[in-house]
């Protein structure tokens, strides 16, 4: 029996009850719930996770290795700020260290795993076959797609939350914990800290919805899995690419990765607002036209496969 057909099945002690047909929001909550389980039994999302958590660990071990000297992350000298904005703060606080973690893994290593994730969502359905015999349940294209956009920004929370808790673990088992100093140089309190960390974290993951949604797009053009997955990729590094070139300055704060890393203005007193603000509008936006794009293409696309 195929997932589609066992999203909502009803009990066999509800007597007459049983035969009327699941409502739609059953149905949704179902196709949810299949999509949730199918995304995180794959073992390509394990991987992914799997190095998600292991780059923070990574970092952590890189800068307590150079700085067991005592010289500071770097090699001391102005070659000391040559890194990430929070990592000469991580010996003094391993709090940083999920700041740092973040900030590393947003340019690259999340929005590729996001984009592998997005990008296989119904490409891969239809390369396996098993897209037919979703779409003759009764949910709907429209909560199909609904269900697996859903499924995917579930997975951007939990590779953002894998990557802060593995990086917030590391940082208390390698370097002392305590009062945080923002970048206006004030001091709050490590309880502070932490709601910041789990606010950043938040920003982080909706920061990756744009993201997503271009890759659920893209995901319905094609029949082929890894040929979405590919192309989505490709194009967050055109986008990216294009974000860096400065003759292109005008276009820049219409590009959804431009202001991912604007969530370092959370550790502001007070804090500032208006790029976070802005980089969340955005990821709206591209939300709003590429689920739509996907929409229209995905209720009209003639599934033969």
């Known amino acids: 029996m195929s997932r589609a057909e066992t ?18 929001k059953l149905w949704t909550l179902g196709l949810f719930r299949s999509e ?41 000298g102005d070659g000391g700020g040559a890194g990430p904005a929070f990592l000469t703060q991580i010996t003094n ?14 340019p690259v290593f999340l929005p590729m795993a996001v ?40 997975f951007c929370l939990v590779a953002t939350l ?59 053009l094609t029949n082929s899995g890894i040929a979405a997955m590919a192309a989505t990729v490709g194009l967050l590094i055109t986008v990216q690419i294009l974000d860096t070139i400065p003759q292109l300055h005008a276009i820049h704060p219409y590009l959804f990765p431009h202001y991912w890393l604007s969530f370092a203005d959370l550790l502001r007193e007070p804090v500032y ?3 976070v603000l802005d980089n969340l509008g955005l990821q709206a936006l591209y939300a709003a036209v590429f689920g739509s794009a996907a929409w229209a293409r995905f209720t009209t696309k003639d599934i033969t496969a």
């Open 273 to 275: 607002w208006d790029e």
């Open 93 to 106: 606080n391993g709090l940083f260290l999920v700041f740092a973690a973040l900030a590393a893994t947003l």
């Open 36 to 76: 949730l389980t199918i995304t995180f039994r794959r073992r390509r999302t394990l991987a992914l996770l799997a190095v998600l958590a292991a780059v923070p660990v990574l970092i952590g071990i890189a800068v307590k290795i150079e700085t067991s000297d005592g010289s500071p992350v770097g090699g001391g």
């Open 7 to 24: 999203a909502v099945r009803p009990s066999p002690k509800e007597g007459p009850r049983a035969r009327r047909p699941p409502s739609r």
């Open 115 to 154: 984009g592998v994730v997005a990008g296989d969502a119904v490409a891969g359905e239809a390369n396996a076959g098993t897209l037919r015999y979703l779409l003759v349940a009764p949910a709907g294209r429209t909560r199909l797609l609904l269900a697996k956009y859903a499924s995917t920004m579930v």
């Open 162 to 220: 894998v990557v802060a808790v593995s990086a917030l673990v590391t940082g208390a088992l390698l370097f002392p914990l305590g009062e945080v100093t923002t970048i206006s140089g004030t001091r709050i309190g490590l309880g502070d800290g932490l709601l910041r960390a789990v606010l950043i974290a938040a920003v982080v993951a909706a920061s990756l919805a744009g993201l997503a949604a271009i890759g659920l797009f893209v995901s319905t």
